[in-house]
């Protein structure tokens, strides 16, 4: 079996590590699946057929997603983010120097949103609501679409970098999250004015988790961004 890192691997019973970057890998006992994830992660289901690979509990407090990648692959996914945006200069990767970096987790807790104009018009979408405002981006993360159900999760006790610890009481996040589900309500009264309306928003919490992030400073010639 080789791994993505272009190193073979040997499995010893279900499961193996790569020697040279480190990486798990694990076969599936119920469809043979080949699964491969970070050294540092918990496999709690298999990707494919949702089959349980590792026991894992945690009622002890709010999991933690996986890093997918090191502070290499995260600059050049930036860099190459940049370059694709219009009207970015010729010489931009030549000039393109990453100053500053930390992987930071963010507390975030996870809604499923059900906004009824009435009982046949009714919207479903997804609200996260950042559970703290030391993150100086917080409304911009606000915006992003974070996926609701993890099987890969980080090992706590492996966990490497600075955590936001949560501010917001569930309360507040539940407030959100129904504020949110007025502005989806808003948006159906528009295109269904003429409608009868029994105006009924639910909100499903799905739970809090960590979510890793890179805080990154670049340069560009003379200036920070």
Do not use: W
Not at 172 to 179: L, M
């Amino acid at each position: 079996m080789k791994c993505s890192c272009g190193a073979q691997v040997q499995l010893s019973g279900p499961s193996g590590h790569c020697q040279s970057c480190g990486r798990q890998h694990l076969s599936c006992p119920t469809c043979g699946a080949h699964v491969a994830t970070a050294a540092d992660a918990v496999v709690v289901q298999c990707l494919y057929c949702d089959s349980k690979l590792q026991h894992v509990d945690l009622s002890r407090g709010a999991p933690y997603f996986t890093v997918h990648f090191d502070q290499y692959e995260m600059q050049a996914r930036l860099l190459t983010f940049l370059l694709n945006r219009f009207g970015i200069p010729g010489d931009f990767q030549k000039k393109f120097e990453l100053l500053e970096h930390r992987l930071v987790y963010v507390p975030v807790h996870l809604y499923q949103v059900c906004a009824r104009l009435n009982e046949l018009i009714y919207e479903i979408d997804y609200k996260a609501v950042i559970a703290t405002t030391q993150v100086p981006y917080r409304e911009q993360l606000g915006r992003y679409h974070f996926a609701m159900r993890a099987k890969v999760y980080m090992d706590p006790a492996k966990v490497r970098g600075a955590v936001y610890q949560p501010e917001l009481t569930r309360e507040q996040a539940d407030r959100e999250a129904h504020a949110f589900g007025e502005e989806v309500l808003e948006r159906d009264l528009e295109r269904f004015a003429k409608v009868t309306r029994r105006k009924h928003i639910q909100c499903d919490h799905q739970g809090m988790v960590y979510y890793p992030l890179y805080e990154v400073t670049y340069g560009y010639g003379s200036k920070r961004y």
